[in-house]
């Protein structure tokens, strides 16, 4: 054929080509507006079905000896002007059917007690419950004894004690991971904080929303705030930072700006509320002698143990822990003697990332999650690394458990609302008095 014409052809070829696959994207395109405007007339279609089953909230009013209490008055408030009072039976049981979402408070009459039962903490007389999806079943208890004010100081330290270690194991976990990024990268990294918060809201969703066990759902939020906190973070925002040699100041003003970004996108996503698993709602706890403490608290702190001493058996027995501590100690030497400096500072932020993830799993079950979590937390466990010594792991758990008692039996002689800002007086002597924390080590500067 003549070269025009073969040129022709050509030409033709590659613009019925052209016209076919516009013509392919166009029905592509085509199915997905077709495909998302049927899910989402499924979406709209949901909540009509949902209403016409209400949400109930149910409790069990007992005195400190596990007695039913009878003729106790409840008043319930909500959104829209709801509200409505009802009072326990012969077995201390009460409940009330909620017709719309939103946020719900269940307040108990003190003045109905008995004599001798009062509220065993003043400031729970009143309990919040998110109705979130209609259909479900929320309970609500209110911690009834002998009463706040004639329990012995003996037996209030103990308790305090108590809740102290299980705070001081929480500040643990996440300053411990903490530290081995700052060991390894210099990176004081403000955004750890909401990690924390990133597992909490994990642990929610799949319990409360996608209806799956506790025990089911915390283990893979740990995994995702691993793979998401951990390496997704570092690849792509932090390790393009290293190479082009970004100064550690201005890492940590990244650091800052990205924990805010993502506690105002955890804001927009998922509200402001303080929200409950359902499943662990008002779970009676057990007295172990001068103590109170629930199932959950026991069962997540083992386990919180567990991960704790897993992550020191990383560090003392494996490869890439020994090279996580060569790094730490001379990267430039870790290097040279043909450690990928890399490749342990990945494997170092998915390891601090699982165990904040933790953390975060342990508030949420036993005290609920909220956007702001993280940022509660992120003054304990700088004032642990710090107390303890910064980029030492050692130091983080020593820190910690101090942090923790400290906090909690520091509401023996000051107001409850006040605990934490103990934690901020010990930071600011720990760095006038000795800067390298307890077991931090000094450095030549200049």
Known sequence: MHPIGDALKTDVERDLNFASKKISARLILLAITTFSATAGISLIATPANAAETPTKLYGVVTSSTEQPL???????????????DVTTDSLGAWEVLIPTKGTYSATINESDLPEGQALTDPTKGTAKANVFMLGVELRLLFPIGPGVEKATMLERS??????????????????????????????????????????????????????????????????????????????????????RGTGLIAMLVVSIGFAIFLRYFFL??????TRQLPQYAGQAGLELGLVNITPKSI?????????????????????????????????ALASASGIDVQKVIRAVWILGAALAGYAGVIVTVNQGVSFLMGQDMLLLIFAAVTLGGLGTANGALVGSLIIGLFVQLSTLFIPTELKYVGALIVLILILIVRPQGILGRKERIG
């Open 299 to 331: 069962l997540t702190t083992v386990i919180g143990v567990g991960f704790i001493v897993f992550a020191t058996l990383w560090l003392l027995r494996t490869r890439m822990g020994k090279a996580s501590r060569a790094v730490a100690d001379n990267p």
């Open 70 to 84: 009878e003729g106790i008055g409840i008043s319930i408030e909500g959104p829209e002007g709801f509200s409505a």
């Open 158 to 243: 103990a308790q305090l004690t108590v809740d102290g270690l299980i705070l001081g194991l929480i500040i643990a976990l996440a300053a411990l991971g903490l530290n081995l990024i700052f060991g390894t990268t210099g990176l004081t990294n403000f955004a750890h904080g909401e990690i924390l918060t990133f597992a909490g809201l994990l642990t929610y969703y799949f319990s409360a929303i996608a209806k799956l066990p506790v025990i089911v759902a915390a283990p893979i939020a740990v995994v995702l705030s691993a793979f998401i906190s951990g390496f997704l973070q570092d690849r792509y925002l932090w390790k393009p930072l290293r190479k």
């Open 268 to 273: 927009f996503l998922f509200g402001g509320d």
